[in-house]
């Protein structure tokens, strides 16, 4: 597609453009967190996707092509664990410089970016968002399943930081019973390091995770807790699709942010698509199963027909699992967080 021809939006049938794509880049991961990936269902035996698989660089860089002809600007690079992936540097580096993209950022672990983190900077990473859900080793280890210290964590905010990738952003998945306890010393410890700290609903994605509403955190509760510790008020979005609500300390230590998918769904402004590792596209965090642009790639089609093939899947899109989840959850077969990434 020409560089002065602008396509218009393209639309799925609740009106909602497609403008972020998360791209897992491995189902492999280095922890074992119980809401993601539990041991039980991802130990030795399990079978992980093939290396030849995946979508290669080059692969991967013409199918987000047509997704940015078709309006995506936002990428962002998950996994499982997308610091597993090797070579990402060179990844970021072709990516990159593609016409149309405002931003490209990573969710990670952060346990290995104290060795990744500058080279990733320089190849052109914007922004990196790092998963966190208790400072205490006990609580830490209890829900990543590892020997490891949170200090393994802590080195990588650390590291994000000093590569210049500040403001970080952390995400913290709260669990009645599990970590619902680390809240506020999570909140201090953000508000003292500098990163912007985002607590998420403990969500029924996959099948495989457990799910059980009474152990959902609900945001109103947490916003209370947070308040009632240092006063916060809302803040406006920044833009359309915004999945976390963002809340300001008023006494300026910078903002705090709630995803609260379970009890106040945001599906009808959602502008997500998400990619495997192996090229399907998925519409929705909780679809139960993808479709294949791979076979598109690796078959001959020519760019037009990739593109138009994935304007099609758009345009057919009506997801909106969180506002249909019953009192008991979602039900049937899911894709699971690891997977997708989430």
């Given amino acids: 597609m020409s560089a002065d021809h602008v396509a218009p939006p393209v639309l799925d049938r609740l009106e909602r453009p497609v403008e972020d794509l998360r791209v897992s880049l491995t189902d492999r991961c280095n922890l074992r967190c119980t809401y993601c990936m539990p041991r039980e269902m991802f130990g030795p ?8 698989d995946l979508l290669s660089f080059e692969e991967l860089s013409r199918v987000l092509r047509a997704f940015v002809d078709l309006g995506v600007s936002k990428l962002r690079l998950t996994g499982g664990e997308p610091l597993l992936r090797t070579d990402l540097p060179d990844l970021i580096a072709m990516i990159a410089p593609l016409p149309g993209i405002e931003d490209i950022a990573l969710t990670t672990n952060g346990i290995l970016l104290p060795r990744l983190a500058e080279p990733l900077v320089e190849a052109g990473l914007k922004r990196v968002t790092i998963s966190l859900d208790a400072l205490d ?7 990543a399943d590892t020997p490891l210290s949170v200090d393994a964590v802590l080195a990588g905010v650390q590291a994000a930081i000093d590569a210049g990738l500040s403001p970080v952003k952390v995400n913290a998945v709260l669990q009645r019973g599990v970590n619902d306890h680390q809240l506020e010393d999570l909140a ?12 998420i609903e403990f969500m029924d994605v996959g099948t495989t995770n457990g799910w059980q509403r009474e152990r959902v955190v609900p ?24 999945v976390a609500e963002r809340f300001q300390y008023l006494d300026g230590a910078g903002t705090v942010g709630i995803v609260a998918s379970v009890t106040r769904p945001f599906c009808r402004t959602c502008v997500r698509a998400r990619l495997s590792a192996v090229g399907e596209l998925y519409t929705c965090l909780f679809a139960s199963k993808g479709h294949d642009l791979r076979a598109l790639v690796r078959g001959g ?8 093939a994935i304007a099609s ?16 959850g979602l039900t049937g077969e899911r894709v699971e ?5 989430g």
Avoid: C, K, N
């Avoid at 410890?189 to 607590?199: E, H, Q, S, Y």
């Avoid at 089609?301 to 138009?308: F, I, M």
């Avoid at 967080?337 to 990434?341: D, L, R, V």
């Fill in 313 to 328: 899947v758009w345009r057919a899109r009506t997801d909106r699992a969180s506002e249909l989840r019953s009192e008991g």
């Fill in 301 to 308: 089609a020519t760019d037009t027909e990739l593109r138009d």
């Fill in 219 to 242: 945001a109103d509760e947490g916003q209370a807790r947070i308040h009632a510790r240092w006063p916060i008020e809302p803040v406006a979005p920044e833009r359309q699709g915004e």
């Fill in 337 to 341: 967080m690891s997977y997708i990434g």
């Fill in 45 to 52: 035996d399990h079978a992980f996707l093939p290396r030849h």
């Fill in 188 to 199: 201090g410890w953000a508000r003292d390091t500098g990163v912007t700290l985002r607590f």
């Fill in 137 to 143: 080793d006990e609580t830490f280890r209890a829900v």
